[in-house]
């Protein structure tokens, strides 16, 4: 009998820590983006190395304190694809980033299946927004628009712990 228990409480406890778990890496962490907040403020790099707002509407975004490559946004833009094309730069090594099951209107599966087909075009948004981290924004033929973080060759170098490479903007130190 004491067997039993004890297996029902091993039992009891791995549930309670796998539910919470859960609950914490998909839910407690992000927060919504307040649409007239200045990280709504969807911003791309002109091919001169500006970097400018761009309109949006109905802009809906999560993100989190926890990691910089959290942040997700959809919108649109009523800016067409040719304008954006001649103004900004372009984001030739675009992933997107898989978001919550519960932010859905953030597809990365097929946004990314999207810019493969040449059906959406990513651009630079903020080059090094955190260092080593680039904001891409992603633009459908439509206006339909959608942004996230995703790290740069000089991040993917650091974070691993190696020193940055030639035409990488020193590493923050550390505490600072």
């Known amino acids: 009998m004491t067997g039993k228990l004890v297996i029902g409480a091993i039992m009891i406890t791995a549930i309670v820590a796998g539910a919470a778990m859960y609950y914490l890496q998909v839910y407690a962490f992000y927060d919504p983006v307040q649409p007239a907040s200045a990280e709504a403020e969807m911003r791309l790099t002109t091919i001169a190395g500006v970097v400018e707002p761009i309109l949006t509407e109905g802009f809906d975004g999560i993100d989190s304190d ?104 020193p590493p923050p130190v550390r505490g600072e």
């Open 66 to 169: 926890s990691s910089p490559i959290r942040f997700r946004a959809c919108f649109t833009t009523p800016q067409s694809i040719s304008m954006l094309t001649e103004t900004y730069k372009t984001y030739p090594a675009a992933v997107p980033l898989t978001a919550p099951g519960w932010f859905d209107c953030f597809d990365a599966a097929a946004i990314g299946a999207a810019l493969e087909q040449g059906e959406a075009i990513a651009f630079m948004g903020e080059e090094n927004i955190t260092y080593g981290i680039d904001r891409v924004v992603a633009v459908f033929g439509d206006g339909r628009a959608y942004a996230w973080n995703q790290i740069n060759a000089c991040g993917a170098v650091v974070f691993n712990g190696e020193p940055a490479p030639a035409g990488c903007p």
